[in-house]
């Protein structure tokens, strides 16, 4: 199994920045991407980004040019940076880890964290 915990969220106005973190556990070997998913009230949940255990990363067309995502194995996290906020990206986010064991896929999420900007 795998456990992740978001941390980061907040409140913050629009043009700001705030960072998020994904923390991994348990079969960290069978992580085949970490995304960050986002769901605003009444909407459903989106992807914003996503890395794969290679590197390679793939955006939002919404978030391109204003977050980044990049991981940091040492610690086994997934941060994901965001600038120039705007009051739409307003959302619980989510992480989420694809994995691969013993040949068969499985995904785990976290609990959450709130981002909220304010016009």
């Known amino acids: 199994q795998v456990q992740l915990v978001e941390s980061g969220g907040g409140l913050v106005q629009a043009g700001g920045s705030l960072r998020l973190s994904c923390a991994a556990s348990g079969i960290i070997s069978s992580i085949n991407a970490i995304v960050w998913y986002r769901q605003a009230p009444g909407k459903q949940r989106e992807l914003v980004a996503a890395?794969?255990?290679?590197?390679?990363?793939n955006y939002a067309d919404s978030v391109k040019g204003r977050f980044t995502i990049s991981r940091h194995n040492a610690r086994n996290t997934v941060d994901l940076q965001m600038n120039t906020l705007k009051p739409e990206d307003t959302a619980t986010y989510y992480c989420?880890?694809?994995?691969?064991?013993?040949?068969?896929?499985?995904?785990?999420w976290g609990q959450g964290t709130q981002v909220t900007v304010s016009s």
């Open positions: 890395i794969t255990s290679g590197g390679s990363t």
């Open positions: 989420n880890a694809d994995t691969i064991q013993k040949g068969r896929r499985y995904g785990y």
